[in-house]
């Protein structure tokens, strides 16, 4: 299956289950070099795959710190060394942490090579390969480096999935669930009556669960693309989660923190804007069906938790901005905007409460 789609006045297709070994070596007789990068890990499991004459394979040490400065410097040398040029192509397979990395090197490297992203992870599937962020961290925070580069193609194979640690798949429900609260009822109902091990549903609700998900953030993508409005849904449960990530200095998984972020702001929509309790509970339940409330913090830490949230570069002022739903399905609209400012005073409070009433023991 092939979608073709524009964000931004740039073309770009998603196929999904391709033959990989055969749509690489395509590409080969289509440009001068193809390099492919990847992660250790999933170069041990899939190496075969990448066993073609002519290509160049490149590997990193899986994890976030590989998204760094030496990182990115050592890998462009390496392909400026084998006489990459303009009329080269990149291709990234991994999950996020090899997508941004690669997406960020085909930004700047000669200003700019073809860059095709094959995800491999929940979230790089359903969230990190689309939408045209790439880049790498600083010594001052995450993803500080980077700039709004799309790729020309994104080749989805949900067998990669097959590979893929439980812990994994739990990350990339935090995002799933994310989409159905911010854009989609009959998404987040499915959700609900899905099979708690999430790769044991039929692999036809798999297929048209991640493609909805795609759909979801390639339309508010595609309406606003560098997050001037509209896209600052798809931050829901992050504002309070980006802080609990940093509480934890970032050793905790992100799907878990905004887990919790998804539950306290939904608090925050009921107890001052319109959520009803109803479905206050059916969120906190979808949370906690597929164990995506299981980092907490104390009493003593909920000031350093507002802190870190008026560092946020979204802030302005003393208060707080946050994307929040009015229904399932549906974040509210206030004055034409899709974000409400809140004061860190009520933050508190609903910081609070969620350790009083909805702490998960
Ligand atoms: N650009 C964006 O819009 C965007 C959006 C969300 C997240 N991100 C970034 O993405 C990163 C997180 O992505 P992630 O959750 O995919 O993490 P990741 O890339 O670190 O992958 C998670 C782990 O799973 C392994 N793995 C991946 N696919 C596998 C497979 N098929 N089989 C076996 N193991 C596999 C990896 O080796 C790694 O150990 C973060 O750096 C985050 O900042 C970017
Ligand atoms: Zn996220």
Redesign the pocket.
Known sequence: MIVNTTIKNQKYRISFDVNLKKFIKRNLNNYYKVAILT????YK?YKDILKIKGLLVLKIK???TS?SHIVKNRLDEELLRSKFNRNSLLIGL???????LT?FIAATLLRGVDLIHI??????IV??S??G???INSNMG??LIGSFYNPTEIVVNTK??????DK?IR??LG?IIKYGIIKDLKLFRKLESSNVRFMENNKKDIASILKKCMEIKIKVVQKDFKESDLRSILNFGHTIGHAIEKLYSYKK???DCIGVGMAIESILAHEYFDLKHEDLLKIINILDKFGLRRVTYNINQVELLLDYMQLDKKNKGSSITFSLPCKIGTIMKIKDKHTVEVSRKTIKKVLIKYLNEFKNI
């Open positions: 992660d250790n890990n999933l499991i899986p994890g976030e998204k991994g999950g996020g942490v090899v997508g941004d997406g995800p491999t992870s929940l979230v790089a969230d990190s689309i939408g962020k790439t880049g995450k993803n990669f999935l097959e590979t893929l640690p994994e990350q990339g995002e998984s992100h799907g």
